[in-house]
């Protein structure tokens, strides 16, 4: 039998989303984990921008920039991580392009109980799967993954005392 696990639904009040940059035309903000990029109306969550929009019309707005922002690129519902926000719609389109030109890169942070093969350079392949109690986890696929569901990235290995972390390049 297949376990469904659900998330309950994130409310704007019951979250925090810091802006940690800002300039006269973007937004960087750290996305939380469990937050959709656009609204699901299967289950009912909010997406991320119609969770902002919300909190800016709260008498005291825990977001502080009062204006309309537009997504740039998205980050998986279960990621949390930086994600940029323009402030018109011409920043938008430009910073689009930039990520569609690989002219932006992102990086991700793993932390993993194995380290790569070579000393300083790996693949992580595999795809995504529902864990135990909602949680993901990524594992190896017997039969050949789909094009959408594994990222081949680049991993540049750092050491810290008892942690291993891979900062992975998309």
């Not at 800002?22 to 299967?42: F, G, M, Q």
């Not at 991320?48 to 709260?58: A, H, K």
């Not at 707005?61 to 980050?75: E, K, N, Q």
Request: charged share 25%.
């Amino acid at each position: 039998s297949h376990c469904m696990s659900s998330h309950p639904i994130i409310h704007a009040h019951a979250i925090d989303i810091p802006i940690i940059y800002e300039n006269d035309k973007l937004l960087a903000i750290v996305k939380p984990n469990y937050i959709p990029h656009h609204d699901d109306p299967s289950t009912g969550q909010l997406g991320l921008l119609s969770l902002i929009r919300l909190q800016q019309q709260q008498p005291n707005p825990s977001f502080s920039y009062p204006h309309r922002l537009y997504g740039v690129h998205r980050l998986d519902r279960v990621t949390s991580g930086i994600l940029l926000l323009a402030k018109d719609s011409a920043s938008a389109s430009m910073l689009m392009n930039k990520f569609k030109q690989k002219e932006i890169t992102k990086f991700y942070m793993a932390i993993s109980g194995k380290r790569p093969r070579k000393k300083k350079q790996g693949w992580v392949k595999g795809i995504m799967t529902k864990g135990r109690r909602g949680s993901y986890k990524l594992v190896n696929s017997s039969n050949q993954p789909k094009e959408d569901e594994v990222k081949e990235v680049d991993i540049e290995s750092t050491m810290s005392k008892k942690k291993k972390q891979w900062i992975c390049r998309n």
